[in-house]
């Protein structure tokens, strides 16, 4: 019922920016969490950023300085902003939405993940 349907991946070279975007629909009643996860080949997936109710962020050391997330309530979405880009930074960025529909517990919902790579 909830859908998180992420854009904005690409090719980029080293130093460069991209802006993900994710944007939640359906019958989402409360948010309690968003953020980015990344799974490059072969590796296990990591968390990125995350932002919380009060807006709290959070950032892995590896992306500190660089990446920033932001939400927009109106829109139901939630950006990564992506900067000085390193070819590690490659992998596949999947938007998760911790919340709950109404009268529901809380749940994970994921997006299908969108496709980063960073050339040198």
């Known amino acids: 019922q909830v859908q998180l349907v992420e854009s904005g991946g690409g090719l980029v070279q080293a130093g460069g920016s991209l802006r993900l975007s994710c944007a939640a629909s359906?019958?989402?009643?409360?948010?309690?969490?968003m953020g980015w996860y990344r799974q490059a080949p072969g590796k296990q997936r990591e968390v990125v950023a995350s932002i919380n109710i009060d807006s709290i962020k959070n950032y892995s050391d590896s992306v500190k300085g660089r990446f920033t997330i932001s939400r927009d309530n109106a829109k139901n979405t939630v950006y990564l902003q992506m900067n000085s880009l390193k070819p590690e930074d490659t992998a596949v960025y999947y938007c998760v939405l911790r919340g709950s529909e109404y009268q529901k517990m809380v749940n994970d919902y994921w997006g299908q993940g969108t496709q980063v790579t960073v050339s040198s």
């Open positions: 359906g019958s989402i009643f409360r948010i309690n969490a």
